[in-house]
């Protein structure tokens, strides 16, 4: 009986599209049996609110690791008056010390992540990107919160320690996820909140010593988008996670697909592309290697570390892309 009731579950999970076209809150608590896989086994001390890591942020502790440019927000108790004295110039003091570290997790679930040729919708992999991360959290003893932007609203979840606040953040996920796939193709009462808006939103949520995560495509990343996601580089950590099918990066090279139009729906509407016109195989090219050469500059003007995850990569293949971005 309950091997029935799982194939049925199953059956019903795929005729909704669940982990390929949309998330639903089961999906996203899935994501906890691979979240183990993203510990790296960092040594923790035991007293559970002293501190869990070895920070390397703007702070006060024990040992001293340099002297930089006084900034606004900066304690004063942590002024170096001998360098400020010195140089003319305000200087604060820069340590290393072990601390709890909060992590904010931006995800991107406008209606241009609604979009995927192969594996998984751009969406759907953000989603559980952003779950992967939230169940890591909360595994490693930090306190998450997050950021969700979609097609006409976003939501703020402040950084705590807890497993309420964890399915407070997966449920929220869920429901962007399959707000998307019920809004497709209908017109919006409003255009979708840019990423220099949200940006801006978020450099006044984050907390001196965070730990960000933005997860997007990254479409529509502009001077003022960069000009924010800068400021907030400035008293936070940044990991830029690039979500991307592969019909972006490169449209499909077959004679065959050359010879006829190609079509692309969301559900309601469809677009044909002609790949047999090389003027729109070539500014398609150009349109992805300009937005790749842009993330890599940014990433690093604001030192940030970028992950490129494909809607293709599995569950293994992730893990280890984030692994590997020392996530």
């Known amino acids: 009986m309950q091997g029935n009731v799982a194939i049925n579950q199953t059956i019903h999970a795929l005729i909704k599209g669940d982990g390929l076209i949309q998330s639903s809150i089961n999906s996203l608590l899935r994501q906890q049996s691979s979240a183990s896989m993203l510990q790296r086994g960092k040594q923790k001390i035991r007293a559970p609110q002293a501190g869990q890591h070895l920070s390397v942020y703007k702070g006060r502790g024990m040992d001293f690791a340099e002297s930089r440019a006084y900034m606004p927000g900066d304690d004063i108790r942590a002024m170096d008056w001998k360098v400020t004295a010195r140089t003319g110039i305000p200087h ?81 996920l869920a429901d962007y996820s399959q707000a998307l796939f019920h809004q497709a193709g209908q017109p919006s009462s409003q255009s979708s909140e840019s990423l220099a808006q949200s940006w801006k939103r978020l450099r006044r949520v984050v907390s001196p010593g965070s730990q960000v995560y933005i997860i997007s495509d990254f479409r529509g990343l502009d001077n003022d988008a960069e000009k924010q996601l800068l400021s907030v580089s400035r008293h936070a950590a940044i990991t830029l996670i690039r979500i991307s099918d592969p019909f972006e990066k490169q449209l499909p090279d077959t004679q065959q697909m050359k ?45 940030a570390k970028l992950v490129n995850i494909s809607t293709l990569d599995d569950d293994n293949q992730r893990i280890m892309k984030l692994i590997r971005g020392a996530v």
């Open 92 to 172: 604060t003091k820069v340590f290393q010390e072990e601390r709890e570290r909060p992590i904010l997790i931006w995800t991107d679930l406008r209606p241009a992540m609604f979009f995927g040729t192969r594996g998984r919708f751009k969406s759907v992999m953000a989603a559980e990107i952003a779950s992967l991360l939230i169940w890591k959290s909360w595994l490693d003893g930090d306190r998450a919160g997050g950021m969700i932007v979609g097609a006409d609203q976003h939501i703020e979840v402040r950084p705590a320690r807890s497993k309420a606040k964890v399915l407070q953040l997966l449920q929220h």
């Open 259 to 303: 010879k006829q139009r190609f079509s692309l729906s969301n559900g309601r509407r469809f677009l044909r592309l002609n790949f047999a016109n090389k003027k729109v195989r070539s500014q398609h090219e150009e349109l992805n290697q300009q937005l790749s050469k842009q993330l890599v500059q940014l990433a690093n003007r604001t030192k």
